[in-house]
């Protein structure tokens, strides 16, 4: 599959600024998306929900993002579905800085870079053009756990050794949790809603439920949501000294288990409040199967995922509430999108969630897990995860699993492949969690060609 990081992103004219508007989110948020027309149930299984699900008021119409395994979704689901061979190395991400064009680098770190390169995807897929820019203001919501953590560093230990005259000024504008958010905006000429969801592992899906509360709301018509963050020596050494690195290649629920891999990518969905006209606002193929967002959840754990019955009773109330928003009973879901990384506390509780949100079924449900083989990228794993998942419901295929051999027997018995499998999938949940204790769930549903021709006849 050939790459798209050939691809050329367009500068901006020097001296340009961004009319980039900082909006926040609610305090009290409203999880549950707007009904409309509600149509016949068309879901094998969803006789046993109580309603038929609604037609979803948030649609991706596209997805950008730069990984250690391929830029596009095609690209990393079919490395996921051939198999990808474990490791306890960081997941690397080279970044051709060919692609930005001649532009001005100097002001943009790390994180930034990756951040415009993912977007400048992620609108290309979308076909969000620069006219169509001009005439639409699309917004960012972008999700991060540091910012930049090696722009930070570099700023302070400068400062400290050789004083506060010699640091260096576009460092200190990048060391705010914002900057990449407001580069990418700047770049690409992106006139909405500027904002930054700071958080741990479940803040990409948190940037993407904080994006569809703005849709919603009216606050814009078009969205890039997800986020990034960049790998550092600093960071490995960190998770080196708390004992939380794998010693060996880390195994989703797998028996052993001691740690996690670290990883730097980047990834945003584009998203639009209903795709009702052939272009979808932008210039997509409206032909082809839609994904979109159903509904969403969050809850949060006080003991910040120390205690196990705790983490998986937050979880659980996370998936809960995300399926009560999507009128889907559990039985109704095809695919569990994990955030289980190899970590023995995180992956144990979110084993005992999903048990208690699907009882017996739990053990049959097909599952994938993205963050072993892309490495953990906090604010990008909500991101990729969610393009892969849909990837998955778009292509029928979903990747295979370890050998259930290689599960911790303590844990409750999952399902398990060795090989890609053809079940086409048409509702995935979508889950992540972080060591902050929240734990943030999406649902997804497949919609083909003739049934937004048949909703929006009947509108």
């Not at 969050?298 to 019955?309: H, K, M, Q, T, Y």
Request: proline residues 6%; aromatic residues 4%.
């Amino acid at each position: 599959m050939t790459s798209r990081s050939s691809m050329t992103l367009e500068a901006p004219p020097l001296r340009e600024r961004s009319s980039s508007m900082h909006a926040e989110a609610d305090a009290a948020r409203t999880r549950r998306l707007p009904e409309v027309e509600r149509q016949p149930a068309t879901h094998p299984r969803s006789a046993t929900a109580s309603q038929s699900p609604p037609v979803a008021a948030v649609t991706i119409v596209g997805c950008g993002l730069v990984s250690p395994l391929g830029d596009s979704p095609e690209a990393i689901h079919a490395a996921l579905c051939e198999g990808v061979e474990p490791t306890t190395e960081a997941a690397r991400l080279e970044l051709d800085e060919a692609i930005f064009g001649g532009g001005n680098l100097r002001p943009l770190d790390r994180a930034g870079r990756l951040a415009i390169a993912a977007a400048q995807h992620a609108l290309d897929d979308a076909g969000w053009t620069r006219a169509h820019r001009e005439a639409t203001e699309v917004g960012l919501v972008h999700g991060t756990l540091f910012g930049c953590l090696d722009t930070v560093i570099r700023f302070d230990r400068r400062a400290l050794e050789a004083g506060p005259r010699y640091v260096k000024p576009f460092e200190f504008a990048n060391t705010v949790i914002n900057a990449a958010a407001g580069q990418t905006a700047i770049w690409h000429h992106l006139r909405g809603l500027n904002s930054t969801v700071a958080g741990g592992g479940s803040v990409g899906l948190e940037a993407v439920a904080t994006a569809c509360d703005h849709l919603i709301a009216g606050r814009g018509d078009a969205v890039l949501a997800g986020g990034g963050d960049a790998w550092c020596d600093e960071l490995q050494e960190a998770f080196a000294e708390r004992g939380a690195l794998a010693s060996q290649p880390p195994i989703p629920f797998g028996d052993g288990r001691d740690g996690v891999r670290l990883g730097e990518s980047a990834a945003y969905l584009a998203l639009e409040r209903r795709r009702t006209d052939a272009a979808g606002g932008g210039e997509n193929d409206a032909s082809a199967p839609s994904v979109e967002i159903l509904g969403q959840g969050l809850a949060f754990d006080p003991s910040r995922g120390r205690s196990v019955e705790a983490f998986a009773d937050a979880m659980a109330r996370a998936q809960r509430e995300a399926l009560g928003a999507a009128s889907l009973a559990p039985e109704t879901v095809d695919l569990v999108a994990v955030s289980a990384c190899g970590d023995p506390r995180l992956d144990a509780s979110e084993a005992r969630a999903l048990d208690a949100v699907f009882g017996t079924r739990a053990r049959d449900l097909p599952w994938l897990a993205t963050r072993p083989a892309l490495g953990v990228a906090f604010g990008a794993d909500g991101g990729l995860q969610l393009a892969i998942a849909a990837q998955c419901l778009r292509t029928r295929m979903v990747p295979p699993t370890p050998d259930a051999a290689a599960f911790d027997p303590a844990l409750p018995k999952r399902w398990s492949a060795r090989r890609a499998i053809d079940l086409g999938p048409r509702t995935a949940l979508v889950h992540a969690a972080g060591h902050d204790g929240k734990s943030c769930a999406l649902v997804l549903s497949l919609r083909t060609f003739d049934s937004q021709e048949t909703d929006r006849a009947n509108l």
